[in-house]
């Protein structure tokens, strides 16, 4: 009998426009994988059917967000949309300054510029790619300083996105107050298969923080959905709103970086935000050097207003609801297959846990490059490698980093795709797991040296 108790997570949205997608065989497919290098990165989109690459820019917009489209004022200073947008940060986040950037680098690149000094140290929960690169091109090196459970799959603890304190203290003691330029926070933790921060855990890192007088820099990518997993889980914030949750966050920390391709459901933007005068001061001058004056960074008026209208629909409950509900949605399904994925499931994605459903492929022949390749030969469903590929190779030895965690992502965009097309998903995971003894991994034949996991080609083990 079905419960009559349940609601479940359904979307608060209507569609109003489609955009047809392109079907194509298992020989087509064959063609266009091996000639992307068996790199789901290289394919070209029209090649793909359900596209779940990224969640970063692939957001559908809303009625509201391309009717403030039509509002842009394009004006190269000053452009009214700067400061809805200015205002849009303000309320919602708190943060008192505000320098757009084309996207969330553009925002690291002048942060860890402004901020690192060569030979710092610079401690964070877990990497993110450009996040790290970023801190060593600056002439840091990045810390990772998150707890233990973050790097074992099947650990449930429900914030995986914490910082271990004792190790925090540690570097500190151990490098010096004066070689630690920042505390790097990042909600959610994208590289751990999008796990949350307690708000317990960023209040003790704000008091270490305190104590040795550094600042802490959050990675706001996905703040609200962070939030959300707050509102569900940790004592005394169930009766919180998920746009009161964020603002606490944001009120913990100095400075912040965002991509708002994630969260805040644009196809395109980001921005730096700080509370500290002198910091935006030489942000606001730094930024006409890389991405354009301090009131459009980059990008158009009409972008801003998109942005600044997308900031306010990211944190509604309801919002938040839906689209972790669909990520949730197909994390159950997968676990019905018992098909192995990072637990508990995150909230941008499914993680499919490669090391476990590959055990006979060695990390050095690129386990979760492999099954993300196989997956869209199966049914054109486009994922990405979140392993050993990701992690790059260490800079003083040259060598691979081993990464722990050897994962192909499922990234959901925001309100794009329907139950219909996870249903998908999932029956070709399960698929390709049924045929799961006849892969053999894959040889890495062009190794680009910055971010590889971009533009580095393979080559099957037949
Ligand atoms: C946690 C996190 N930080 C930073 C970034 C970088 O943002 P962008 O891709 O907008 O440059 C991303 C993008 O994927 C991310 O997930």
């Given at each position: 009998m079905p419960n009559s108790k349940k609601r479940s997570w359904a979307e608060p949205f209507k569609i109003k426009m489609v955009e047809p997608l392109s079907m194509t065989t298992i020989q087509d497919r064959q063609r266009y994988i091996q000639e992307a290098g068996y790199n789901t990165f290289l394919l070209r989109s029209k090649d793909v059917y359900i596209d779940l690459l990224t969640d970063s820019g692939t957001s559908a917009m809303s009625d509201r967000q391309w009717a403030g489209i039509m509002l842009g004022d394009e004006a190269y200073a000053g452009s009214e949309n700067f400061y809805r947008l200015e205002d849009s940060v303000k309320r919602f986040y708190g943060y008192k300054y505000l320098i757009p950037t084309h996207q969330g680098r553009g925002a690291e690149h002048l942060l860890s510029r402004i901020l690192i000094k060569d030979g710092d140290y610079i401690p964070g929960n877990m990497y993110f790619t450009t996040t790290r690169l970023h801190q060593e091109l600056a002439g840091g090196t990045f810390v990772d300083v998150i707890i233990d459970e973050a790097h074992d799959p099947e650990n449930l603890f429900k914030f995986k996105g914490n910082i271990d304190t004792d190790k925090l203290i540690k570097l500190i003691e151990s490098k010096g107050a004066d070689k630690i330029p920042y505390i790097c926070v990042a909600t959610t933790v994208n590289m751990a298969g999008g796990q949350p921060i307690s708000m317990q855990n960023l209040k003790e890192v704000r008091n270490v923080a305190d104590k040795y007088g550094i600042d802490i820099v959050h990675d706001m990518t996905r703040v609200a959905e962070n939030a959300y997993m707050i509102q569900q889980h940790e004592e005394g914030y169930s009766n919180k709103s998920v746009a009161e949750i964020v603002k606490e966050i944001c009120s913990l920390t100095d400075h912040a970086t965002m991509s708002a391709k994630k969260d805040a459901l644009v196809n395109i933007g980001g921005f730096l935000a700080t509370n500290k005068e002198d910091v935006y001061t030489e942000a606001s001058n730094w930024v006409v050097v890389y991405e354009g004056l301090h009131t459009y960074g980059g990008l158009a008026g009409r972008d801003m207003e998109a942005m600044a209208i997308g900031i306010a629909e990211s944190v509604q409950d309801d919002h938040i609801r839906a689209r972790i509900g669909q990520v949730h949605y197909l994390g159950e399904k997968l676990l019905s297959y018992n098909i192995p994925v990072v637990m508990p499931l995150g909230t941008h994605g499914i993680f499919l846990d490669a090391k476990r459903i590959l055990p006979h492929v060695p990390q050095d022949n690129y386990p979760a490059q492999t099954l993300a390749a196989e997956l869209y030969l199966d049914s054109g469903v486009r994922s990405m490698e979140r392993g050993i590929v990701s992690a790059?190779?260490?800079?003083?030895?040259?060598k691979h980093n081993y990464p722990k965690l050897e994962l192909v992502r499922l990234t959901i965009p925001r309100r794009v795709y329907t139950q219909a097309h996870m249903d998908v998903v999932a029956e070709s995971v399960l698929s390709v797991y049924e045929n799961r003894d006849k892969i053999k991994g894959m040889e890495m034949v062009y190794e680009p040296k910055y971010l590889r996991f971009f533009q580095a080609k393979f080559k099957k083990i037949e």
């Open positions: 790059g190779r260490n800079e003083e030895t040259g």
